[in-house]
């Protein structure tokens, strides 16, 4: 993959980058990460739903999306596995009876499901 945006870094270089720079100044100013985290604190206390979201993601991390399935039942990665390989069985089966069609073949005895 190439470079991309506008200072044509590949996409974790400048965020990193982004990052390093903090890093630096608030190394050089602690006091302006103290005055960063009060403004956030004020902001969610006087209602600023996107300040709170901010401390929480900060403190704890970004929760998990939550996808919700709409449709059919669920599929387990079992069930998948076991019907690809039931009709790989029968493709299998149904290749040698046109090969040889003198000799029956018995059906299948796989018992997963």
């Known amino acids: 993959m190439g470079p991309i945006g506008m200072a044509g870094l590949y996409p974790n ?3 990193d980058r982004v990052r390093a720079a903090f890093v630096r100044y608030f190394d050089a100013s602690p006091q302006k990460l103290d005055e960063l985290a009060a403004a956030a604190v004020e902001k969610a ?21 939550q996808l919700e399935h ?3 039942q669920s599929v387990t990665l079992r069930t998948m596995v076991t019907t690809v390989l039931r009709d790989h069985d029968v493709k299998r089966q149904q290749a040698a009876q046109a090969k040889s069609p003198q000799q029956p073949t018995s059906p299948s005895t796989d018992t997963r499901q």
């Open 13 to 15: 270089q400048k965020g």
């Open 45 to 65: 206390i006087g209602g600023d739903t996107s300040a709170a979201a901010f401390i929480r993601d900060t403190m704890d991390g970004k929760p998990a999306q």
């Open 70 to 72: 709409i449709g059919e």
